[in-house]
Structures are given as C-alpha cells and as structure tokens.
DNA sequence: ATAAACCTTAGAGTGGACTTTAAGGCAAGA
DNA sequence: TCTTGCCTTAAAGTCCACTCTAAGGTTTAT
C-alpha cells in the first residue's frame, strides 16, 4: 500500500506518515525497488498503534521510547509492558478529566438562561 | 485574591493567568489601586470555566471567541449558546475517541506476550 | 531605610507536532 | 517521448499555547 492510500484510508496527512517514520515513533516501513513506502500489514498495524496513542493524548516522545525498546528485541517486553502501563494510567486520568470537564459543560448549557449573569455584577444594571 | 494565590489554589501558572487575561479568554480581571490583579468570586468563576474548557480540549481561539460575544452583552445569549453547543459535541466525540483508545490499549496490555511478535515477522528467526 | 518578595508590562523565546518547500527521481497514460 | 502525478529527502517554516526575560513599581519584614 501506498504511502497515498494509506492516508486516505486512516485519515491521516502522508507528511505525518513520513514525519513518525522519521523521528521513530513508528518502525521503518518496507520499501520497494523504486524507494518508495510500500505499508504491508504489519505497518499498517504500527500506524494503527499510533495514531490511537496520539488520539489518547499519548506524546510522540512517548512513541519513539516505546518503538526504541521495541527494536531493541524480545529482552525489552517487560519494559515495554511497564511503559504501556504508565501510560494507561495517566490516559485514564485524563479520560476522567475530560469527562469532568464535559459534564460541567453540559450542565452549563442545558442551564444557559438561568446561570448567566450576563456581566452586570460587574457592569451595573442600565 | 492574588495572582500567586490563584496559581497555588487551581494549580495553573500565573504566567498562563496573565496570558489568558492579555489574549482575551477571561475577561479582564478587577485591580487594586496599585494595579495588581485581584481575583474576585466572578473573576475565578471564569478561570474556573477556562480551565473546565481547556481539559476538555477546547482551543484558546474557541474561548477568546466566547468571550468576545460575552463581553457584547445580552443580545449575545443565543449565539454563545450555540457555540457552547458545538464545543459539547466537538467533545464528546473527542471523548469517545479517547476512551476508545483507552479500551484498545488497555486490550494491548492485558493480552501483550500473546499479541507481541517482536520483529521476528520482519527480522526472520535467528 | 533597605532588602526580599511580591507585582506590572511588552516582547522575545520555547517545545511539540506537524507542514511546507525545494529539488529532484520514478511511473503510467496520450 | 512527454506530461501529469506520484514518490523521495533534508531542511526550513508554521502554529499553538504557553513560558521566560528585562526593566521596573509596590509591599512587607527587619
């Protein structure tokens, strides 16, 4: 698959493709004879991978860390375990977060009219 | 309340206090004769909300925005309304994202010696 | 009275994550 | 064969949201 197909298909800028591939936070993606990115499924899986951590708020350091120790072979699995739970962790807090946040926002919404004060405790009423 | 005061009490750097009230996404904050800031009850409930905003993932933009039709009094209810509207759905659909995310990476840990190939696809067996 | 610890502003600097540009190679259709 | 459109890299540029610096005014404690 073409580096073209591949984001129209995930929804995702080639540049952006190319940008992880380079600064690691994917693996190297398979080539063909021409040098050009040919993502077999195994790539794709890295992209998949990704582009759910970044959508969890997961940095890109992150992913190039997690990506190194993955390289590094089969001695690396617990760190990695340990990194994938750390992060778990602080998505789930901000998972929470953001829920919370919603929940304000919906109520101040559905009580628009009533909690509005409209600035004249501090314009004075005219 | 001071400045410093804010800052320690919601955990937010007085520098992003002060860039909030220049760039307009709180409205001005009430001074004392000397011209420091002094928070009152109105000016943290506005903090309050712009923090509220910000976890959720509502940009600066947004909020500057918001404010500015604030600022413009009463006539403004219904389109702040609806802006405060689309900002709802931009965040739930935000949140859901997320919390999918969430569940595949936490379906990733709970299941990781199982599901990791470690390179061997790519590297070959050795 | 004077030093330490606050506060002010304007403007410059930073970090993260892309995104664009420049200069060029490859490939498929007319 | 030529043109259109894809692909490549390295490097520079952009955008957002802060964050820091410089230069100076105020308040508080000794």
Known sequence: MKINEVSKKYHIASDTLRYWERVGAIPAVTRDSAGYRNYDNED?????FAMCMRDAGVSV?????????????????????ELLNDQLEI??????????????????????EKIDKDYEGKMGKH
Do not use: C, P
């Open 61 to 81: 350091e992150y992913l190039i860390d997690y990506i190194s120790l993955f390289k590094q072979g089969k001695q690396t699995v617990q760190a990695r375990k």
């Open 91 to 112: 998505v789930s807090a901000r998972l929470a977060k953001m829920q919370k946040s919603y929940n304000k926002l919906k109520y101040k919404v559905d009580h628009y």
């Open 44 to 48: 794709l899986d890295w992209v998949s």
